[in-house]
Nanobody
């Protein structure tokens, strides 16, 4: 089920930047843990960046110092700022959140995926 709407993907040159956005539906009252995942060709989906309800963040070693995860609770939106992009960052990115909704707490949501392509 596609529950979150992703945007901001595209094609950039190495060293460039992109900002991915993930918009949550109105049924989401507040966020709990959230993250961005990606799946490179021939590999399993991996967690790229995560942010807890308390604001603690964690990043995959491959993106540390280049990517920044953030959230805007007023807009019910999750972001991934990607700087100094490398060709190996090329893949489809998926957003995820566990959220409290009008239907109850601790519900899982996933985005449809957005393509990021970085050329050398």
């Amino acid at each position: 089920q596609v529950q979150l709407v992703e945007s901001g993907g595209g094609s950039v040159q190495a060293g460039g930047s992109l900002r991915l956005s993930c918009a949550a539906p109105a049924s989401i009252v507040s966020f709990n843990n959230m993250g961005w995942y990606r799946q490179a060709p021939g590999k399993q989906r991996e967690l790229v960046a995560a942010i807890t309800r308390g604001g603690n963040t964690n990043y995959a070693d491959s993106v540390k110092g280049r990517f920044t995860i953030s959230r805007d609770n007023a807009k019910n939106t999750l972001y991934l700022q990607m700087n100094s992009l490398k060709p190996e960052d090329t893949t489809v990115y998926y957003c995820y959140c566990n959220a409290n909704t009008v239907w109850g707490p601790q519900r899982d949501y996933w985005g449809q995926g957005t393509q990021v392509t970085v050329s050398s």
